[in-house]
């Protein structure tokens, strides 16, 4: 998936907010199958179980079952049609996700040939806030970091000045 270009600066800013607002050790559900930044996380110090593979928008129940300290999420609400539901779920009182946010200027990602990588939403911060709090979450932290590309043009140039990315930190209410 990553070949050739390895999200450092995406992966470099998400473990210093997983660091900042939870640090380790604590024992994490990582909504997602196993990926670079699971190990990521495990090197430093935190215990990891991903998902499997299952379609979260109707399979949910490991995210209620799961006896963890800590959910992550990070660019996975975005593929899914109805991410209340495992939300809502969560068994944990702790919640990191990131997403990508919606960009003015680029339509919504889609593979072509993956079914599993598209985005159904591409949500403004606004928009996963107010999904989080109905769903009974509390945000405590938050920050958005952009995502500059190595071309030329009036898209990469706007991607350099527009956030791209969202992550919060929030703690269960109900």
Same mark, same amino acid.
């Given at each position: 998936m990553y070949e050739k270009n390895f999200p450092n600066k995406?992966?470099?800013h998400t473990?210093?907010?997983?660091e900042k607002h939870?640090?380790?050790?604590?024992s994490v559900?990582?909504?997602? #199958?196993?990926?670079p930044f699971s190990e990521i996380m495990e090197?430093?110090?935190y215990k990891v179980k991903n998902t499997q593979g299952e379609d979260l928008d109707v399979d949910?129940? #490991?995210a209620a079952t799961a006896d963890v300290e800590l959910v992550t999420a990070f660019e996975i609400f975005e593929h899914l049609i109805a991410p209340f539901n495992v939300l809502k779920a969560i068994k944990a009182d702790k919640l990191v996700a990131s997403i990508p946010l919606k960009l003015w200027f680029a339509p919504a990602y889609r593979s072509k040939t993956d079914p599993w990588d598209r985005?159904?939403?591409e949500f403004e911060d606004w928009q996963f806030d107010w999904l989080l709090e109905k769903a009974g979450w509390q945000i405590k932290a938050r920050e958005k970091w952009t995502n500059p590309?190595?071309?030329i043009g009036i898209r990469p140039l706007l991607r350099t000045l527009t956030p791209r990315y969202y992550i919060v930190y929030a703690e269960k209410t109900a």
């Open positions: 995406r992966y470099k473990l210093a907010f997983l939870c640090p380790a050790p604590k559900l990582d909504l997602g #199958i196993e990926n090197n430093a110090g949910y129940q #490991i985005h159904y939403h590309v190595n071309k």
